[in-house]
Structure formats: C-alpha cells, structure tokens
C-alpha cells in the first residue's frame, strides 16, 4: 500500500486489509514508514523492532526467519514486525538490504500474504514497488492531490517502469467514522466502520 499523499487512510487501509486477509490466510503486515505511531496505537512498547530486523540483515545472519519469529506480534490475527522508532532507520537503509529481507521473508517463511504499508522515506523506493505483486494507491481528488499523484506518475514514466503504473489500484476511500480511542480495539474496530465494508467489497470484486 503506498501514496504519494498525506492523510489519505493509507494505514488504517492496510491495517483493515491485513485482518480481513487474516481470516483466511498467514499475513504478516510490515509498515515502512518513518514514523508509524505503533507503540502509541497499540499501548505498549517493543523490546525488539523493524530496526533490529534491518541490523541483523546488514551483518548477513543466517537465522533470519528465527529472529524474526521472536519480534512478531499479533492484533486480531495479523502478525505485525514493530515498526522503527527512529526515522533514520528507514532512511539509512539500502536498497538492496530491503530487497534482501523481502526475499528471505518470501522464500522462507509461511506467510501467503505480507503487506507493505511504504512510506515516503525509502530511497529508491520506485524498486520497492516493483517488486509488489499489487499496489493499491489511497488518492484524493482536490487539485493539489491530483498534481500530486500526476508527478508521481510522470516519475515512474521517466525511470521507464510503466508495469508499476499497471499494477496500481487507486482507491478512494470512505472516512471511518471512531469516537474511541487509539488502541488494539481500535484497530479491530477498523473492521466495523465504512472502510472495512469498503475493503470487503474490494477484496470480494478482486476474487470474482
């Protein structure tokens, strides 16, 4: 899930999407944004982290899937990496080492499914995206969006990766209405609201 926009229920998407997908299949959500909010979303702190995933994928461990077996955690299902608490660490990250862990996750772990919620802070995020087998795009439609996502565009064209423009869903979805708090009851209450009837339906339309 990635866009080029703010505040566009790209995040509350992804994490709606991942439950549902949950109930049927293994999903582990991993969210690559430089600041997430987890800790404050779900109210409590990690001991371990995303970061500490990256680290042990710079030094080549071996034992990856281990690793990263003692840092998931789960919310209504879904399995979920920590994500960093230090933008830096998403920043400072390359490429390849992304790529790396990617593929390790996909090759030798049992999830069928892994959604990436990507944020603006990968470099060379355009590869990122590339190897996604869907992208769905959250938009919004006011002229400064729409100028938004249109550069965006012309940026894939320039870097001649038109296949990641034919693999995007754009997606216009309904503002959740919540009066609760941040909380994991608030994640699950994600499935309840206007956008969790709005991802239902997209996943039935995308199954037909």
Known sequence: VYSP??????????LTLGQLLAK???VLYMNLEEYSGFEELMGKGYAHNLSDLLYYVRQENQNLVHKMNGIIQTVNNL???????MPADIRGTAW???EKLFRMITRDSSYEVII???????DENFQLLD???RIYMPVLTDAISMCKIAQFENLIRIWDLPQILEKTVKLSL????????PSPEYVEQLLWSELGDFTRELIRKERE
């Open 174 to 181: 309904p503002f959740h209405i919540s009066t609760k708090q």
């Open 5 to 14: 926009l703010g505040r566009c229920l790209k995040t509350s998407f992804a």
């Open 24 to 26: 049927e299949k293994a």
């Open 131 to 133: 190897l996604c087998k």
């Open 116 to 122: 990436l919620d990507i944020g603006s802070g990968i």
């Open 96 to 98: 390849q080492d992304w």
């Open 79 to 85: 399995d979920y990496i920590p994500p960093v608490q």
